[in-house]
């Protein structure tokens, strides 16, 4: 597989982080070292329209990557902790940024560009001016928002909270589309589903937990897919790993699908592979 190996180097991070504020300072010291330095990088996902087999975008993943000892951290294990201490912003930011590039560059070797989702977290997404940055970003490498797909974490402020209904209203005028991550692992709201202006859920992978198995957990996704279709919303489906699971979603309809079964996070000038000559 093209993902290098992974390490949890990072979560004694996590720990000293309860310790003292000493230590916080030291490991911001070390994030901003990290992002002038080249350690955060975008690794791309493959996401496929099931019913064709197409490629039809890709998700950007950051990576830490330790200079000294090569080791790769997943976000998993240093996402919370920019939470916690407001880094996530820059970190965001920079990601969009090098999707940006990704994109840029598609166009100049002639290949034919995809959409990109973008990760943006639940303590950024109501972030006054965002879009605007988001916009500026594009704009600065030549992209048109259209090829932005932004992803937020399904969460109950998002039902609540106008504030954040609007930034996403702002979001979806200023031309990027918006998907719901994680759908069904905290949360759901079914009022939110109604109101919101997403263009695609993505469901989370626990969905597929025991589906093979389970008639009942069958029959929870498949509802579950009919519903979020008959809002006219299009539905993703996360964390494919068997084709048994690739069957159950082809009669199920859905249109979107992302997994190890088709392939890994890969960095990002492999995903090139994938695309077609125009
Ligand atoms: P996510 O947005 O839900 O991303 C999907 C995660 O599922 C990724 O984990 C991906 O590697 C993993 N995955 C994909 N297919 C499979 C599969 O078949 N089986 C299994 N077990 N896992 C699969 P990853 O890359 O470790 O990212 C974890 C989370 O970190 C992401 O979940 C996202 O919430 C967050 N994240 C990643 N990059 C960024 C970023 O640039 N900004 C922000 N704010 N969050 C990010
Ligand atoms: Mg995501
Ligand atoms: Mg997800
Ligand atoms: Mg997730």
């Not at 977290?121 to 970003?137: D, M, N, Q, T």
């Not at 490498?141 to 909270?161: C, D, K, Q, R, S």
């Not at 809002?231 to 992302?258: A, M, N």
Request: net charge negative.
């Amino acid at each position: 597989s093209a993902e290098l190996p992974v390490g949890d180097g990072f979560a004694i991070y996590d720990n000293a982080m309860q310790k003292n504020l000493q230590e916080v300072r030291k490991i911001e010291k070390r994030m901003q070292f990290g992002i002038e330095n080249n350690e955060f990088r975008i690794y791309l996902q493959p996401q496929f329209e099931l019913a064709t087999g197409r490629l039809s975008g890709a998700e950007a993943l950051v990576r830490w990557i330790s200079p000294e000892t090569g080791l790769v951290s997943c976000p998993d294990y240093f996402i919370p902790l920019f939470e916690k201490n407001g880094f996530i912003k820059k970190l965001d930011l920079y990601m969009m940024e090098q999707t940006c590039r990704v994109l840029r560059d598609w166009k100049k070797q002639a290949l034919e560009p995809v959409p990109i989702a973008v990760n943006i977290s639940r303590r950024h997404i109501g972030e006054p001016g965002l879009a605007k940055r988001l916009l500026e970003i594009c704009e600065a490498h030549g992209v048109p928002p259209e090829y932005i797909e932004i992803e937020m974490t399904e969460t109950f402020e998002l039902a609540e909270n106008k504030t954040l209904q609007k930034a996403l209203i702002t979001l979806k005028k200023a031309g990027f589309s918006l998907a719901l991550d994680d759908f069904g692992k905290e949360n759901t709201s079914i009022s939110l589903l109604r109101e919101s202006c997403f263009d695609v859920i993505k469901f989370d992978k626990s969905f597929l937990s025991g589906c093979i198995e389970d008639k009942r957990a069958r029959g929870l996704l498949n509802s579950m897919l009919q519903m979020v279709k008959n809002l006219g919303i299009k539905t993703h489906v996360e964390g494919i790993e068997r084709w048994e699971e690739e069957d159950l979603l082809k009669k199920y309809q859905c249109d979107r699908v992302q997994g190890f079964y088709y392939a890994k996070p890969m960095p990002a000038d492999m995903l090139t592979n994938y695309l077609p000559k125009t």
